[in-house]
Structures are given as C-alpha cells and as structure tokens.
C-alpha cells in the first residue's frame, strides 16, 4: 500500500515565533527610544519621568516575561502544528460524510419516479375515467371464501354472545332499550332520530369492546318537509362516526354512544330544518322569512314577518335549538322581543304520528304558520284591548272575528257598513278587506309605523272614514264642505262637546274632527257644525254663525241641533245612522235654528227679553192650552206636532214696544217654508179690552190690513187677539233685518194703541174713524171740527212721527203751523213711547210754546185744541167778517152802489181790522180807525188810528187744563177802545156767558175758553159800532 | 522568577532564544532599580546608561533570531498567554478535542462500511447486472 497523503498543513492564524520575538523587541526598542526623547523634556518633574520610565520597563518587563512563556511552550508547537493538520483533515473527512449522507438521500428521493409504471394506454384511459389508475396488486393473495357453514355458526356464536352481554348490561339507555339482536349484531332503534348497530370483535362474554358496525338516519328531506325514511351516510362520514363512536363506547359505554348518536341526529335535523327553511324562503315566504343557521351551537333562528319594520330589539323570531332538558329539538317563541311561554303550541304536535301515511315529521311551515296565526291572534287582541282602554263602551264600534281561522277586528262604521282588518299571516301586515283608498292608505301607515300607535291610527281611521262618508252624503244633499274653518281649541270648547266615551281625553283633538258646511243660499257665516268622532258613533250637529277677524275664526253663536226623540223626531236617525233624507231635513232645520238666531238677535239688540222654547216644549203646550191664541195658530203649526220643531218666542211686552191694552207675553211663531224659501213670521198678542171705535174697512169685529205685499195684521175686537204676519224670502234678505216689517206693523200698532186710549177715554170727543195709520177724531161741535192724526212713515220728510190733517172749514187751520210744532213737541213727552225706529224726533223751536203742554203729551195737544176751539171759531167769524166788509167795500168802489155803504172818509173805510196769531198761545185782533182828526191843529186832517185787543192764553198751573187755563184779553191802548172793552176791563160793564162771567183786570180781563168766542164778538161789534157805523 | 526553571540546552536556537529572555528580563529588573534610585550623579547616569545599551543590545539580539521561524505559535496560544493564562491548558484542551473528533469519524467509517456492504448486497440482489461494480467499489474502499 502507498503511503497515505501528507496531511495538508495549515498556515492560517499561525505565526512564527521569530516575528513575535523581533516585533515585540522593536517595539520595546520603539518605546524606550520615545521615553528617551520626552526624558529630555523639561516640562515634567524628575519624580514623573522616573515613574513614566519604571512603567514603562515593568510593562515591556512583564511582556517579555509572557514571550519567555511563549518560548517555553513553542517545545510542543510542532506537535500542536501536526495536531491541527490532523483536526482540520478530519472535519475535511467529517463534511465528506456528511456529504454522502445527503446525497444518498437525495438519490432516495429521485427514484421515487422509478416507483411509477411505465405509461401505457390502459392505464391512461383508466385515469381519463375514473381520475386515478388502478395500480394493479401487490402480489396479495387471493382469500379462500368462507363457508356458509362458517358464517352462519359465527353469526350464531355472536348472537348468543351478544344477547349475553346485553342481557348482562345494567343500565341502559331509555331509547336503547328497545333493541334486536341479529345477524350478529344489536340493532338499536331510536324512533324518528337514527338506527345503530353495534357488535363485538369475538365472542368474549367479559371484556371485548362494543363496536359500531352501521349507522343510519331514520329520516330524510322530501319535499321541503322531513319524512321518515332511512338515510345511509356517505362511506367518509360513516368512517368517521365509527371512530368516534367507537371512542365513545370504549370510554362511556353505551351511554356515551347513545348521547353521541342522539346528538349528531338531532343536529343533522336541525341542519335538514335549516334546508327546509333555504327552500321556504326561495319560495312563498321569500321576503318576509330569515333565519340564521348555527350548526356549531346547534341552533336555527326564524325571523318571520322580516319586512315588517319593528325596532331590532322587538324582532319576533322562532328558535329551534336542542332542549338541554330533554336533548331534544324544540322551539322556544320570542314575540316581539318578549319570550312567550304560554302558547300552548307544542313542537310535537309537528312532529308527525305514526299514524301518518306520508310520515310527514317536522313541517316547519306549519309550525311557522301556525306561530304567525297566533301572533296575529294576539296582535288582534291587543289592538282590540288597546281600543277598549281608550274608549268606553268599545264593543259598540268594534268587534273581534275570528270566523274562517283568521282573526280580524271588525268596525262598525255605520249601521250598514263594516270595517275589517286583520294581519297577514305571511307577512305580518295589517290589511283591510275590500280595501278603499283610505283603507289603504291608512294600512301602511300602520304597517310602516310601532305597532303601539296601531289602535290609535285605526280609531283615526274611523273617524276619517267617518268623515268621508257624511261628507259625501253631505255634498250629494248639497252642503258644501268649507275647509277653511279653522276653530282654535278655545272655540271648539265652547261648544260643550261631550267626550266622556274616551278614557284619554288627551287623545281628543286626534279623534275628533269638527267639519264645517254651508248650503249655496246660506248667508256668510252661517254653518253647520259637524262634529264627528272616532271614538263613538255619535255625530253632533250645530248650527253656528262663525266668523273670521284676521283669520281668527270664531263663534258667534252656536246652538246644538239634538236629534232624539223628543227633540226632531225627523232627525231621529241623524244621530247615529243618517241618511240622505234626515240631511236634507238637516238644512231646513239648521236654517230655521239660524233664523230664529237672527230673529231673537236682533229683538235682543231692540231690548227684548225673550225666551225661545221648542214647539214641541211641554210649557209650550201648556201655554196655548190655555190661551186662546190657540185658534191663530196657523195650519200646520199646533204644539205637540212630532214634526215641528219651529221655534216660539216669548217676548216680554214690556221690553219691546210695551204694547198698551195688551197683557201677558207676545208670541212670535216662525215657520220654515222651505219650498217657496220664505219664512214666516207671526205675532200674537192678547188684547185687555175693545177700541173704542169701529176700524174702517172693518167687517164686524175683524180688522184686516195689509200693510205690503209680505205684511199684514188682523185685529179682532171680539176675541182680543191681534195678530201680525210677516213672509221674509230669506234669499233675498240677507243684509237687511229680518224682523224690520213686523216691528214697523208692531210700532204702529203700539202708537195707534196709545193714541186710542188718549181719545177714548175723553168724553168730549168722538172718535170718527179709526186705521191703522190714522186715527180721526171730532172735539167740537161738528164734523167740520175735527182733526185725524196720521202716524207717519219712517221716512216723512220732517222726521216727524206723527201728522195731522183737519178739514178746511176747520177754525184751527188759521194756526196750522203752530199746530205742527205744537204735536211734535208733545210727541217728545215719554208717555207717548217712542219706537226705535222713528227715533228722530222734530228739532223744532219751543220758544213760543213755554211748557204747556209737557207731560200733557198728546194729552196737551188734544186739550189745546178743545181749549182753544171757541177763540178758533171766533176768529174765524171775525176774519170772515173782514172778508164779507172787503167784498162790500170792492163792489161800492167798483159798482158805486150805496145801498150797504161802508163807512168810508175819503175813500178809505172807517174801520179795517186784522187777526195775527202769535204763537200758539198768543193772538191779537188790530183794528185800523181812520176818521178825521180831532186834533185842533190838525183839524179837517184825517188820521188812522190802531187799537189792538191781545188774546193770550193763560195756564194757572203748569200746564194747560181746561179747567186751569184762560184767556186774557188786553189791550196795550185803550185811548181809542170802544167804551165796552174800557168797561170791560173796569168791570163796570159785566159780561156773562153760559154762567161764567169775565173777571175785569183793570188793563185787561180774563175770561174762561168757553166765553172767548161771545165776548171777542162784542167785542167786535163794539168796535164797528162805535167806528164803523155813521153815528 | 520566571526563569526559575533552568534551561535545559542552550544549544538549540530555542534555547538560546529563551536564555536571551532570561537575560533581558534581568537586565530590565536592573535598570528599573536603577531607575528608581536614580540620583543624577555623572556615575549613575553612566551606569544607566550603561544599562540602558545593554537593554537595547539584547533587544536587538533578540529580534534577530531567525532561526525561531519554525516554531509556529497558533493564534489562539498567543491569546492565552496575553490573558496570562496558561498555554498548556490549551494544549490539553485540543488534543481532547482531535481526540474525540478522531473517534467519532472511526465510528462513522465504519457504519459506512457496513452500509457499503448492506447497500452493495442489495444492489446485486436486485441488479445482478451490477455485481461488478459493486465488487470495484468494495475493494477500492475497503
């Protein structure tokens, strides 16, 4: 053998000793040669140099002292050297191994390919099939088949061993109880959940192990519904559920098995539920179905009704997950957030029977279905008790059906017609059958909103329905629905609305709805007032008179429009179930309430007192049972008429016009006449006694006058009674007053009254002719002196309220004017009450009339003209007398006939004489002397002289009185009197008439009113005989 | 002292190397009393610089011995010494090692073998046709 290599030697990290000796020695040389150089310096002290100098030589000392060492060592170093070749080469070797090693392996690796076949076209067809190639066997031998024989006894020997065993098992499983043992096995089966078979390795009665041989589910999926049917597992699940089966057995027995199996079927149920559910909710249910499948906790969660919009933590779910109790499938309900409990639905109830032909199991629809029939049961109930707890006597407007299966809450909108809602089962929204668009409208307000507000938005749907129903019945009986009424809550509440059905009276103004209509013809501001609620089915009426200010709206005056029996039988129904006939009679009544409003109002603001009462008012009855206004009333109104409901008025007479000769109340009836759109007024009153006079044109004791076309009164003298009617055509009288023709007719009634009891109850006058306007009356002697007093129209020119004619031969027309300020002025006086309407009264001056007449009144008037009827008449002589002279003295002058000579002087006539009237109460006869004067101086001159005589009319009292007053007679100058007024007034020449003598005053005299006509006469005659005669 | 130990041949260049050290390190105890009691007269100065000479003398001796180059001083002697420990531990210490290492590679070459022989009778168990081969690679490295 060759000698092996040298081993390769190693240089590196290997230094020469030589070098580190010469190294280090040079650089001790180095040192010391620089110590040397810097001893030189002075800069340090000889103690520091020393001391540099000495470490410096320990420090090169010691180092050397470490190369002696070296030196010392450096013996061995070739041997070290030699031992280092020989390390390094043999971690050369180490790595080569290492190497080999590796290279094996890989070579291991590379040949795995010369495993495989060769390609051939078998085998890649068999790959192009089936996906893998059957490698062909590995040499195994064939098995010699058993023998029948054989199995049969083995079979036996186990069934003997293992009914052995489970005879000998102490406890087992309830639902293992029931077991067969065969073919050489233990066949377990667990009703609805699965079959097992266990076996054991051999026929060891002790100790062998249990092992599961087959398992099956005993349901399966058809359908969309489990069905009892036996579902083998895939090889790859059966291999598993073997093991850990069989892990199970070996650890806990039976029990362990039992629990394992139970469990994996339930969970394959539920899984199978989970599919159930995929199925729904591509199908019927696809929306308004969820569910969360958890198969590591073993649960499914259905969320019905999932469209239906509810705050997360109300969601309404079904849970189906293992009962931990009885570790069985079951269902827990959670309604709207809340777990229910006491449903009553059991989860067997779908879990099939035995009896079943199609071994239906579990039929989650049903379930479902029948969970949201009841939820909408319950949703019904509490819609249902929510209306209850709101208003009082519910039952009336709602009801529950639940007629067909299906629950719904049914309104009673009216008599005939019906609401009915009810949820959808699939989707949990509430509908309404036959819906309208309201309903519509009003159902996905409800579905979109909490169900809390769900009985509330119903009631308002009621009323809205309501609503629109009067509404439309309303318009189709020609109301017309104003919208723009709007009653602020103040208004509202002065309509007394009575809300004592709804138990939360906050809830008010939401379910109650004021509406507001008017007919064409109507006035503005008249309206009928609907007031409908959803929570009762009483409907209220009014008629009211609204007005806006500032868009303020508010009443005026409202009165309630009660339908009952015993109010307007006609609109008995109205109440509750109106229809179209009790809306139209609505519009006749409404009218009449509003016109009797603005009757009653406008008697008011004349002063009236007045109380209304209803023609069907029992005091009503009464009244006119016992007066005999009972025979005026006309056709068709009598009290007790169920019909009528026309208003009567009381009105006190003492507050309106103070009728005198009338005792007791006025009545005015007014009745609707609702074809001809009129209404008519009447007014009774009762009369204390007879005028004193016929009426013109009065056929017997009946007096009829009509005073237009619309107005009229009958006076009747025999039975007392009067009676004005008055016909208004209410369309045409909207602005102007209803009652004004009836007062005008009253008025005068009133002022033809008072008149009458002023004359009649004078003996010294006669009542000639009486009318309604005029009353005509004689005070003197004859008719000639006479006088009518004519009421006036409102509208004479003067604003007089009261004329007079008188006929022309009548002595007082000389004072006519005076007369005319004389009535005015006595008009003023109280006791003639004055009507309102006439209130202007005569502006005229009283200056000459100084309180003679006042309180007198018409009274004073009357008693002037009796007072001052003689001096008219001998005024009247003595003017006629003037005339007759000028006649005389015109024909002389023209005709120069002689034989009835006036005096004259040249011409002129000796006397000429002239009444003037002052005033009323002062008069004064002139009497112009022309003769020749007497005078010396102015003799043969002729002169005219006046003597004047002054009638004034004198009141002893206050006033005039026929007893009281007198007239005095004077003269301002007596000089040329004739002797008879100057003894007149001397009272030496006595004057008597009738028995009344002149009292002489000295510059005048009185005398009383009967004498003033003989005594002005001779007085007269006097003075023409003494100035008017040729004496 | 260091030189304690009497050096065994100062015939050989190592030896004579080691005694140079002897002597120097005994001259530098020499010149650093001198140092220390240095007292400046002219004969102080003289003697050290007399020793001073000779210090640098025998370094110059020193780093002229080139007969020193075949003793190789491993690296990791050199540390041991300036850590002043001692060398002959690490002496001791790697001839364990190269020892052990030595062993261990014995110990592979002979699994080896038997897996030559192993691997090879499989082989021509398998692949008659290579039983020569098989036979060339035994022989060759057994």
Same mark, same amino acid.
């Given at each position: ?29 180095? /040192? ?316 067997? /109830? ?41 208003? /009082? ?380 306007? /005029? ?257 | ?32 009393? *001198? ?24 370094? *110059? ?63 021509? *168990? ?17």
């Amino acid at each position: 053998m060759d000698n092996p290599p040298e081993l390769p030697h190693v240089e590196v990290n290997v230094t020469p000793l030589s070098d580190i000796l010469a190294r280090y020695s040079q650089h001790s040389f180095q /040192e010391l040669q620089t110590l040397i150089h810097t001893l030189q310096s002075k800069a340090k002290n000889d103690n520091a140099k020393k001391k540099a100098f000495l470490d410096l030589l320990v420090g090169i000392r010691q180092n050397f002292v470490r190369l002696y060492v070296l030196c010392k060592w450096a013996r061995a170093s070739k041997d070290i050297g030699k031992l280092i070749d020989v390390f390094v080469w043999l971690r050369g070797q180490n790595q080569k191994y290492a190497d080999s090693i590796f290279e094996l392996s890989t070579i291991k690796s590379s040949l795995m390919s010369a495993k495989l076949p060769d390609p051939d076209l078998t085998t890649a067809i068999e790959v192009l099939m089936t996906g893998r190639p059957q490698l062909p066997t590995h040499g195994l031998l064939s098995k010699k088949p058993l023998s029948p024989y054989l199995i049969l006894k083995t079979l036996r020997n186990l069934n003997v061993s293992l009914s052995t065993r489970m005879a000998l098992e102490d406890d087992l499983p309830p639902a293992f109880q029931n077991y067969k043992v065969e073919d050489g096995r233990v066949v377990f089966h667990v009703h609805k959940s699965f079959q097992a078979s266990i076996a054991i390795a051999d026929d060891s009665v002790d100790d062998s192990p249990f092992f599961l041989v087959d398992f099956e589910f005993s349901f399966a999926l058809k359908d969309g519904s489990l069905i009892q049917a036996s579902t083998p597992l895939p090889a790859v699940t059966h291999s598993k559920i073997e093991k850990l089966a069989n892990a199970a057995l070996a650890k806990e027995g039976l029990f362990g098995l039992y629990d394992l199996l139970h469990r994996f079927a339930t969970t394959f149920k539920l899984y199978l539920l989970h599919r159930q559910l995929v199925a729904m909710r591509i199908g019927l249910w696809k929306g308004n179905l969820s569910h969360t499948y958890n198969a590591e906790k073993c649960f499914v969660v259905i969320k019905y009704w999932a469209k239906k919009p509810s705050s997360s933590k109300q969601k309404s779910t079904i849970e189906i997950g293992i009962n931990k109790q009885t570790n069985d499938l079951s269902f827990r309900w959670v309604k709207d957030g809340k777990l229910i409990t006491d449903h009553g639905i059991s989860f067997d /109830e779908f879990d099939g029977d035995e009896d079943n032909d199609d071994g239906e199991m579990i039929n989650l629809e049903r379930l479902i279905r029948r969970i949201t029939k009841r939820h909408s049961e319950l949703n019904i109930q509490q819609i249902y008790d929510d209306i209850a707890d709101r208003i /009082e006597d519910a039952e009336k407007l709602v009801s529950i059906n639940r007629e067909g299966g299906n629950c719904s809450i049914v309104f009673n909108l009216n008599a005939t017609k019906t609401a009915t809602y009810s949820l959808d089962a699939l989707s949990g929204k509430g509908y309404f059958h036959d819906p309208t668009p309201l309903m519509t409208d009003t159902a996905n307000s409800i579905n979109s909103g909490e169900f809390s507000e769900s009985s509330l938005k119903l009631l308002k749907f009621r009323l809205e329905s309501q609503i629109q129903e009067l509404g439309s019945m309303l318009s189709a009986t020609g109301w017309i629905n104003v919208d723009v009424v709007k009653l602020p809550s103040a208004e509202v509440s002065k309509l007394n609305i009575s809300y004592a059905e709804l138990k939360e009276p906050h809830l008010f103004s939401q379910l109650y709805s004021i509406r507001f209509f008017r007919r064409r013809e109507w006035t503005a501001g008249w309206f009928l007032c609907v007031g409908i609620s959803g929570f009762s089915r009483q409907v209220n009426w009014w008629c009211a008179r609204i007005k806006s200010n500032l868009g303020q709206w508010s009443i005026n005056w409202t009165e309630s429009i009660k339908c009952g029996q015993n109010q307007h039988a006609s609109l008995y129904r109205l109440e509750q179930d109106y229809d179209y006939s009790s809306l139209v009679e609505l519009s006749r009544i409404s009218a009449a309430k509003l016109l009797c409003h603005l009757i009653e109002e406008e008697l008011i603001d004349k002063g009236a007192k007045i109380v209304t009462l209803d023609f069907r008012h029992p005091n009503v009855d009464k009244f006119f049972n016992n007066s005999k206004l009972k025979s005026y009333l006309p056709e068709g109104l009598q009290p007790k008429n169920e019909d009528d409901n026309s208003p009567v008025m009381f009105i006190d007479n003492n507050t309106l016009s103070q009728v005198p000769n009338c005792w007791g109340d006025l009545v005015l009836l007014v009745k609707m006449s609702s074809e001809t759109r009129t209404m008519e007024m009447i007014l009774l009153g009762e009369l204390k006694q007879r005028f004193y006079a016929p009426f013109s044109g009065a056929s017997g004791d009946v007096f009829k006058q009509d005073f237009s076309e619309n107005t009229s009164i009958e006076v009747n003298q025999k039975e007392l009674v009067f009676s004005i009617k008055s016909k208004v055509c209410v369309e045409n009288n909207r602005s102007l007053s209803l009652t004004a023709d009836l007062l005008t007719v009253l008025n005068k009634l009133t002022a033809l009254i008072t008149l009458l009891k002023l004359v009649g109850n004078d003996q010294t006058i006669k009542l000639l002719d009486i009318s309604l306007s /005029e009353v005509t009356f004689q005070y003197g002697k004859d008719a000639s002196e006479s006088i009518s007093l004519i009421l006036a129209n409102k509208n004479a020119e003067d604003g007089s309220r009261m004329l007079f004619d008188m006929p022309n031969s009548n002595p007082h027309q000389f004072a006519r004017d005076y007369l005319r300020i004389l009535l005015a002025e006595s008009l003023k006086v109280p006791q003639f009450v004055v009507p309102r309407v006439y209130g202007s009264s005569s502006a005229m001056s009283m200056a000459n009339m100084p309180g003679i007449i006042s309180p007198g009144g018409l009274n004073g008037f009357i008693t002037y003209l009796k007072l001052t009827l003689p001096l008219s008449r001998a005024i009247q002589e003595i003017t006629s007398k003037k005339a007759e002279f000028l006649k005389l003295f015109a024909k002389k002058a023209s005709l120069t006939d002689d034989s009835t000579p006036p005096i004259t002087i040249n011409g002129i006539p000796c006397l000429m004489h002239d009444v003037f009237c002052y005033g009323s109460s002062r008069f004064r006869l002139e009497y112009i002397i022309t003769r020749k004067s007497e005078d010396q101086k102015k003799s043969g001159k002729i002169e005219r002289v006046k003597v004047a005589v002054d009638v004034d009319l004198r009141n002893r009292g206050s006033f005039l009185d026929a007893n009281k007053s007198l007239f005095y007679v004077s003269s301002p100058d007596t000089t040329h009197a004739p002797t008879f007024l100057k003894e007149l007034f001397a009272g030496t020449e006595k004057f008597e008439h009738d028995g009344k003598s002149v009292v002489a005053l000295q510059k005048g005299a009185a005398v009383a009113y009967q004498s003033i006509h003989p005594l002005l006469l001779k007085i007269h005659d006097a003075f023409y005989e003494k100035y008017g005669t040729d004496s | 002292m260091t030189t304690d130990t009497p050096i065994e041949d100062k015939t050989t260049s190592l030896g004579r190397a080691q005694d140079e050290l002897a002597n120097l390190i005994e001259t530098l105890i020499h010149l650093g009393v *001198q140092v220390h009691d240095f007292t400046g007269t002219n004969e102080a100065k003289a003697g050290l610089a007399n020793n001073i000479n000779k210090v640098i003398g025998q370094l *110059q001796e020193i780093s002229t011995s080139h007969d020193l180059k075949e003793y190789s001083i491993p690296m990791e002697v050199l540390n041991y010494v300036e850590d002043g420990r001692n060398p002959d531990v690490y002496t001791r210490e790697f001839v364990e090692v190269v020892r052990k290492v030595n062993q261990f590679l014995n110990g592979k070459a002979v699994g080896f073998g038997r897996f030559r022989d192993v691997l090879g009778d499989k082989i021509i *168990q398998e692949f008659p046709e290579l039983t020569d081969s098989v036979h060339d690679i035994k022989t060759r490295t057994s």
